[in-house]
């Protein structure tokens, strides 16, 4: 009777552990209100939820810029946290001190499935993973409405002498050549972060210089021209008249409508188009920053943001479990069928065979080797919190490029000194 009631016990116990094992969850989600990384929780949380109907999600949504990266570290500081939050990879990344605040992933069966290059992005200073990938690597150039172009015989510059041209011929014509979207602050900083590819083919050690505190924006003249383009661009009347209260939302529809013929921005903007402007969808270009030379034309490129579990996640196993899945072959064609907005980084992942034109524009610079060249931010961990705001007095004439550039480079020590960086 005791070997029976004991036999009893024991299936009894694991019948409890396999319950609890799968009981029902409730997965917290922090992300941004932009309509791509709407679509992509959409469509994974629909597909995970019929592999595992235990499991539900609650997800909420953060502003973007300084008041989104205040409330992503405020919540990790009061473990307030959701389980899973989006966020930066990169210098911003390094900044929530990962060690300490993110759970390591290392261990996920799938992490061998992330490219390096990115892996690179979301690693901690002791060497583990902490971060992973949510959506495609990015471009960070300029849209262009492909029906003004043709209109005006206009040809996709090589340089920027040829952009300002083409640009004032588009005013001419009675047209905004430029939208401009200060309403998102956030928006304000493209002519600058997207010029590093041109800053990189002239000064190819400034990321390690600009890091040690040997290279400043002010006193290099490659870096300080993105701020000068700004300053131009803007003294030229080349914006749209309400660019100080016009927001991302409405840059992308001028520029897929034909509003506006250019619209600087990261490439994630074809998703945006692709779900409130699809008519238009084959009237949206796209191209790179062009530089001073047209021989040394490429593209700066972003990594995508990343998904992270806090180390004090209330659903830690779970939600690093949906983690696992996420950076899978499967979830990722999901994510490239959902939104084809530009190559992912998860191994053998393929877009779809039908891709919007400007995505076709953006990857020829993939495809050639020297061609692309990561962003700043992902090469140094050192980025001032206050760019967007300089950047939009530049904009807006109320302060130079040179009195800009000089600003942007206190703004950055105060950062390097709270990393603690040498030589700072």
Not at 155 to 161: A, D, I, L, N, R
Not at 219 to 235: D, I, R, S, V, Y
Not at 317 to 326: G, I, N, P, Q, S
Request: with cysteine.
């Amino acid at each position: 009777m005791r070997m029976i009631a004991a036999k009893i016990l024991t299936a009894s116990i694991a019948s409890l552990l396999a319950g609890a094992a799968h009981a029902d969850v409730t997965l917290t989600i922090l992300a941004d209100t932009n309509p791509e990384s709407v679509a992509f929780f959409d469509a994974l949380t629909k597909a995970y939820a019929e592999k595992r109907p235990d499991i539900t999600f609650d997800i909420e949504s953060r502003p973007g810029g300084s008041e989104g990266d205040n409330m992503v570290k405020t919540r990790l500081a009061t473990g307030e946290m959701a389980d899973i939050f989006q966020y930066n990879s990169g210098s911003l990344f390094q900044a929530l001190k990962p060690q300490q605040t993110l759970a390591d992933l290392s261990g996920l069966s799938n992490a061998g499935h992330i490219q390096e290059s990115f892996k690179a992005v979301v690693t901690a200073p002791d060497g583990s993973l902490r971060g992973a990938p949510f959506g495609p690597a990015m471009g960070g150039g300029i849209f262009y409405n492909r029906k003004i172009y043709a209109d005006l015989g206009l040809e996709v510059p090589k340089t920027w002498s040829e952009f300002i041209a083409n640009s004032e011929k588009i005013k001419a014509a009675g047209k905004v050549a430029i939208a401009q979207t200060y309403g998102d602050t956030w928006t304000s900083q493209l002519f600058v972060l997207a010029d590093f590819y041109n800053v990189n083919a002239v000064v190819p050690n400034f990321a390690k210089d600009y890091t040690e505190n040997r290279a400043k924006y002010a006193t290099t003249p490659a870096a300080a021209k993105g701020f000068e383009h700004l300053e131009q661009t803007g003294k030229a009347g080349f914006f749209n008249a309400d660019f100080g209260a016009a927001k991302f939302d409405d840059g992308m529809r001028m520029v897929a409508t034909g509003e506006a013929a250019h619209y600087p921005m990261l490439t994630f903007g074809i998703g945006n188009v692709a779900q409130n402007f699809a008519a238009n969808l084959p009237d949206l270009g796209f191209f790179a920053q062009p530089g001073d030379d047209a021989a040394k034309n490429g593209l700066t490129i972003w990594m995508p943001s990343a998904l992270y579990v806090p180390a004090d996640a209330e659903n830690l196993e779970e939600a690093k479990t949906f983690l696992d899945w996420m950076i899978s072959k499967e979830a990722c064609e999901l994510m490239a069928k959902t939104v084809p907005s530009g190559p992912y980084l998860i191994k053998d992942c393929q877009l779809p065979a039908n891709i919007p034109q400007a995505v076709s524009d953006m990857l020829p610079y993939f495809e050639t080797d020297g061609r692309t060249a990561p962003a700043l931010e992902f090469l140094s961990p050192v980025k001032g919190p206050a760019l967007e705001q300089i950047t939009v007095e530049v904009g807006t004439g109320i302060r130079s490029a040179a009195d800009a550039a000089a600003l942007y480079d206190q703004d950055v020590e105060k950062q390097a000194k709270q990393l603690g960086l040498p030589n700072w």
